[in-house]
């Protein structure tokens, strides 16, 4: 559901409302010596989120409201709702979770390998893989700086402007960074095999004999891998099924 700033979200009934109130009124009614007391009180009922148009309302009453109306501080989507009528709250109780998806943050997975390449600014172009019409242009605003010890992987993330409300919270989608690189060696994905120490590639050698060589990774370009060393142009490399050459060997 969508909401606008100054809607009202909810009425509550609090005593330590109710006594602030009446501190405040009485206080007003003491020109000189209840200045300050008023200014007291006021400040804390502004603190609890009590709006402007609220307090108008009470000096305007010049009795003590039973309820007071809280309002959407800003335009947003109800993502979670767990106010109802005459349920007991505490003040560590999430009534409404607000979400501004004008713009939306997404998520992006890099590879270690990629990680120096991607700078903050970089234009990012997303698709849907279920809507291949829509595409969206953001840019990197931050990227993470720790690496995922299990995948090797370090994240991004990319602002968008979600003018059209189509993006939600949850949502996969696909990424692409167009980067200029040089000239340089590249191997098939499959080729390489990562033990978790070493990468390595098989590289065939007599006529019937392929022996592992450890090679230097560099960024990832779609299905393939440059290769920074360890390999020369011309090098017959296996292309695929090498986790089960390396246990055959």
Do not use: C
Not at 84 to 104: F, H, M, N
């Amino acid at each position: 559901m969508s909401i606008r700033k100054g809607d009202p979200l909810y009425e509550l009934y609090a005593p330590d409302l109710i006594s602030t109130q009446e501190e405040y009124l009485t206080a007003l009614t003491h020109v000189t010596s209840g200045a300050e007391a008023a200014a007291a009180a006021l400040m804390r009922l502004r603190l609890w989120g009590v709006s402007e148009s609220e307090l108008r309302r009470l000096r305007a009453a010049k009795s003590v409201l039973q309820t007071v109306t809280f309002f959407a501080p800003v335009d947003g989507v109800v993502i979670r709702k767990s106010a109802v009528q005459g349920a007991y709250v505490t003040p560590q109780a999430e009534l409404y979770y607000l979400a501004d998806l004008s713009t939306v943050w997404l998520l992006v997975t890099l590879y270690e390998a990629d990680v120096s390449l991607i700078n903050v600014g970089d234009s990012v172009t997303v698709s849907l893989p279920y809507d291949p019409a829509r595409h969206y242009v953001g840019e990197i605003s931050y990227i993470y700086p720790e690496i995922d010890t299990q995948t090797r992987t370090a994240k991004a993330r990319v602002e968008i402007v979600n003018s059209d409300g189509f993006l939600r919270p949850g949502m996969f989608a696909n990424a692409e960074i167009e980067k200029a690189l040089p000239e340089t060696l590249v191997v098939s994905a499959d080729a390489v095999l990562d033990t978790g120490q070493r990468k390595l590639v098989f590289i065939k050698g007599g006529e019937n004999e392929l022996f592992p060589q450890e090679v230097e990774l560099g960024p990832r370009v779609g299905d393939k891998i440059t290769i920074l060393s360890g390999l020369k142009e011309g090098d017959d490399v296996v292309m695929g099924a090498t986790f089960l050459i390396d246990a055959e060997s």
